[in-house]
């Protein structure tokens, strides 16, 4: 989106979230003479574009940010894959207690070794314990190359005994590992 439409060769400086702009890199490509700018928010992008006056400038960001900041669409459905998400969470600096009879998920962070099966040594206690693990996802460790964090999901509370008891055990077979809070599961 941007100012107003305008031919892709006149296109110099494109803002959005550094995850959006990851997710375009396939227009991005078409643009060698753009350059990416992050920005905090894709909604911030749009502000921005807006503010700057330059027609120049674009933003990758939702047509309800362009609308919202009076933008013309350029494009649409630019992402290189059209089941890309993004999802937002809040961590709270509490832990709830009131988790009896509902059943919780768990959002939790760890950090291994490099080297083979640490992932499986990892998350073995899970699956002794019975303990479904919902979600696991690697993300690469900023400055440090070919070293990971894992982001899991499991299902129960940091409070149950066995769910305790597992996380004790992964916490002894990594570098790292911080649960950063429950949530009810119907949520």
């Not at 992932?119 to 400055?143: G, H, K, T, W």
């Amino acid at each position: 989106m941007g100012l107003r439409p305008i031919e892709h060769e006149e296109i110099r400086v494109v803002h959005s979230h550094p995850v959006a702009l990851d997710q375009c890199r396939r227009l991005l490509d078409t643009l060698p003479q753009a350059t990416a700018v992050a920005a905090p928010t894709t909604a911030d992008a749009a502000r921005h574009v807006a503010e700057s006056g330059d027609p120049t400038h674009v933003a990758i960001a939702s047509e309800r940010a362009a609308r919202l900041h009076g933008l013309a669409v350029l494009a649409d459905n630019v992402g290189d894959h059209p089941e890309a998400y993004t999802r937002f969470v809040s961590i709270a600096t509490y832990t709830r207690l009131d988790g009896d009879g509902v059943p919780f998920r768990t959002a939790l962070s760890f950090v291994t070794d490099h080297r083979p099966g640490a992932l499986n040594r990892a998350i073995e206690p899970f699956a002794r314990f019975d303990i479904d693990l919902i979600q696991l996802v690697s993300r690469p460790i900023p400055q440090t190359p070919w070293r990971y964090r894992f982001d899991a999901v499991l299902s129960g509370h940091p409070l149950d005994p066995t769910v305790r008891r597992a996380l004790q055990e992964v916490g002894s077979r990594t570098r790292l590992l911080r649960v950063l809070g429950s949530y009810p599961a119907a949520s």
